[in-house]
């Protein structure tokens, strides 16, 4: 996945992720089998990565949801917070497993 899963801030997506890995439900579940009270959540779906519609989203997004100022910090601009829209659609096809578990 390389570039697909690293970004560099508001430029352009040039860095390299050296090390990503995609796993389903049934593989982690497999995985966490050890492991005690396992919960899976899938979530983070940004609709401004969708090309061409992807940027008149995010304008509507700043303007309807705001920005989290924290961002800077890491990506260089302010975070655009999360729409209702994409937390919904995270829970169905999100990129990002929350894997929540206790040690025996």
Request: hydrophobic share 35%; with cysteine.
């Amino acid at each position: 996945l390389g570039h697909a899963t690293e970004w560099g801030g508001k430029n352009q997506q040039d860095v390299l992720n050296p090390f990503t890995r995609c796993y389903s439900r049934k593989e982690l579940l497999h995985m966490f089998a050890d492991y005690n009270g396992v919960s899976l959540r899938k979530r983070e779906f940004y609709i401004y990565l969708i090309p061409v519609i992807g940027k008149y989203y995010r304008k509507f997004q700043r303007r309807r949801y705001g920005a989290h100022p924290g961002g800077y910090l890491v990506y260089g601009e302010p975070w655009i917070r999360i729409s209702k829209l994409e937390y919904f659609l995270g829970r169905l096809m999100g990129w990002a497993w929350y894997i929540k578990a206790t040690k025996f």
